[in-house]
C-alpha cells in the first residue's frame, strides 16, 4: 500500500496488498463481477475504510441496470451502506480518527456552501457526488470516501444493523420527518422491506399509529411484529379503501418501486393529508388528480435521504434501542444472486453483504 498512499497520508496497516476485491458493474445488462482492484493513492480529504459490512439496496440494483435517467458511468462499485474502520488519512482529514469506526451514505460529497448546503438541505447541493453511483461505494474489501461526509458509527452498533440503517434508515427517518407525523396521526406506509419495516418504526417513534401495505402475508407479519396496528394485503383489498375505512391516512409514505402503489398511497388520504414520494421506480410516472388535491388540500412531496445530522440521529435512536433492523447476511461474492432474490421478493426485508 505504501506505493500508493500520498504524501501526507497517515495509515494504519490493513494488512492489505496491492489489491482488494469488489464488484464492479462493467455493463448495464450482465452481472456485476467480483474482480480485484488496484488500490489508488489517497486524495487530500479522502480516507480510506476497510468495509466490514454494506447493504444493498433497491438503487444499487437501479445503478446496475442503468435504470435512471442520469446514469452511473461504467465501470463503477456499487454499495452506498458500507459500514468500516477508518484505515488511512488523506493529509488534510481532520473530521475522522484512524481505526474509528463510520458509516459511508449516499450523499457521498456536497460543496458545503451552497444555500441548500448552509440551510441543512445538503441532499439537494447541486454539486453533490452519490456513493456507489457517480462515485465507487462500499461493494468491495475497501472504499474511499470524502472525510467530511461519512458518519462516525457507535461503538455498540453492530456494522450488520449499521449498514441499512446508513441508506434504509435514514431515508424512512427523513420521510417520516417530512411527513410531519405528530402523535395519533394515521401514517400509511407502503412497502414493507427494506425499507417499510423502519420506516414502521420511525412514525412509532413519531407518536402514529401505522397501518402497513404489501402483497406479501410473510412481510405483513413482520409489520405487526414491529408495531404497525394494522395490515392490508393489497393482492387482496384495495388498500386505498381498506385506509379510508380507517378514517383516511393522515400521511402516506410511498416505499415500493410501482406507480400503481404510489396512486394507492394518494387515495388512502384523508383531506389534508401528505404523501411522500421515496421509492423510486424504474417506470417514472405516475397518474394523480388535480380536482381532488386542490379540493382535498392534499401536500404530494419528495423526499431523498437524509443528512448527516439526520443519520446521526437515526444511529442514535438504535444505540438506544428503539429500533431493531431485520437483515440476512450473504458474502460479497453472492452479490449476483442477492440481486435476482431482491429483484424476485425472496428477501423480508434487507440483504447485507460481507467482503
Ligand atoms: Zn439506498
Ligand atoms: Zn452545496
Known amino acids: 500500500m505504501s506505493a500508493t498512499t500520498a504524501?501526507?497520508?497517515?495509515?494504519?496497516?490493513?494488512?492489505?496488498?496491492?489489491?482488494?476485491?469488489?464488484?464492479?458493474?462493467?455493463?448495464?445488462?450482465?452481472?456485476?463481477?467480483?474482480?480485484?482492484?488496484?488500490?489508488?493513492?489517497?486524495?487530500?480529504?479522502?480516507?480510506r475504510v476497510q468495509i466490514e459490512a454494506c447493504g444493498l439496496c433497491h438503487t444499487d440494483i437501479h445503478a446496475a441496470h442503468g435504470d435512471w435517467p442520469v446514469k452511473p458511468q461504467p465501470p463503477f462499485v456499487p454499495g452506498h451502506e458500507g459500514v468500516g474502520h477508518v484505515v488511512e488519512l488523506g493529509s488534510a482529514v481532520t473530521e475522522v480518527?484512524?481505526?474509528?469506526?463510520?458509516?459511508?451514505?449516499?450523499?457521498?460529497?456536497?460543496?458545503?456552501?451552497?444555500?441548500?448546503?448552509?440551510?441543512?438541505?445538503?441532499?439537494?447541493?447541486?454539486?453533490?457526488?452519490?456513493?456507489?453511483y457517480s462515485i465507487d461505494g462500499g461493494f468491495g474489501q475497501f472504499a474511499t470516501a470524502y472525510g467530511r461526509y461519512v458518519v462516525a458509527v457507535p461503538d455498540v452498533i453492530d456494522a450488520i444493523d449499521a449498514a441499512p440503517l446508513t441508506c434504509a434508515g435514514v431515508t424512512t427517518y427523513k420521510a417520516v420527518k417530512v411527513a410531519?407525523?405528530?402523535?395519533?396521526?394515521?401514517?400509511?406506509?407502503?412497502?414493507?422491506?427494506?425499507?417499510?419495516?423502519?420506516?414502521?418504526?420511525?412514525?412509532?417513534?413519531?407518536?402514529?399509529?401505522?397501518?402497513?401495505?404489501?402483497?406479501?402475508?410473510?412481510?405483513?407479519?413482520?409489520?405487526r411484529d414491529?408495531?404497525?396496528?394494522?395490515?392490508?394485503?393489497?393482492?387482496?383489498?384495495?388498500?386505498?379503501?381498506?385506509?379510508?375505512?380507517?378514517?383516511?391516512?393522515?400521511?402516506?409514505?410511498?416505499?415500493?418501486?410501482?406507480?400503481?402503489?404510489?396512486?394507492?398511497?394518494?387515495?388512502?388520504?384523508?383531506?389534508?393529508?401528505?404523501?411522500?414520494?421515496?421509492?423510486?421506480?424504474?417506470?417514472?410516472?405516475?397518474?394523480l388528480p388535480i380536482f381532488e388535491t386542490v379540493l382535498n388540500g392534499i401536500t404530494v412531496v419528495g423526499s431523498i435521504v437524509g443528512t448527516r445530522k439526520d443519520l446521526r440521529e437515526v444511529f442514535e435512536l438504535h444505540a438506544a434501542g428503539l429500533t431493531r433492523v431485520i437483515s440476512e447476511t450473504r458474502p460479497l461474492d453472492h452479490v449476483n444472486e442477492a440481486i435476482a432474490d431482491v429483484e424476485a421478493g425472496r428477501v423480508a426485508a434487507r440483504v447485507v453483504l460481507q467482503p
Open 7 to 47: 504524501p501526507g497520508a497517515r495509515t494504519q496497516d490493513s494488512g492489505s496488498p496491492g489489491s482488494y476485491a469488489a464488484a464492479v458493474v462493467h455493463d448495464f445488462h450482465a452481472a456485476l463481477e467480483i474482480e480485484q482492484v488496484p488500490f489508488t493513492a489517497l486524495a487530500a480529504d479522502h480516507i
Open 226 to 287: 414491529l408495531g404497525a396496528e394494522f395490515t392490508v394485503n393489497a393482492t387482496e383489498r384495495n388498500p386505498a379503501e381498506a385506509i379510508q375505512a380507517l378514517g383516511g391516512a393522515d400521511q402516506a409514505i410511498a416505499l415500493a418501486v410501482s406507480p400503481h402503489s404510489f396512486e394507492q398511497a394518494y387515495g388512502s388520504l384523508r383531506r389534508g393529508g401528505t404523501l411522500v414520494f421515496v421509492a423510486l421506480p424504474a417506470d417514472n410516472e405516475v397518474r
Open 97 to 132: 480518527t484512524l481505526g474509528q469506526r463510520v458509516a459511508i451514505p449516499w450523499l457521498g460529497y456536497a460543496c458545503g456552501t451552497c444555500d441548500y448546503c448552509v440551510s441543512g438541505w445538503e441532499t439537494l447541493c447541486l454539486q453533490q457526488k452519490n456513493t456507489g
Open 180 to 223: 410531519g407525523t405528530r402523535s395519533s396521526d394515521l401514517v400509511a406506509v407502503f412497502g414493507v422491506g427494506g425499507l417499510g419495516h423502519l420506516a414502521i418504526q420511525y412514525a412509532k417513534i413519531a407518536g402514529g399509529r401505522v397501518v402497513a401495505v404489501d402483497l406479501y402475508d410473510d412481510k405483513l407479519a413482520l409489520a
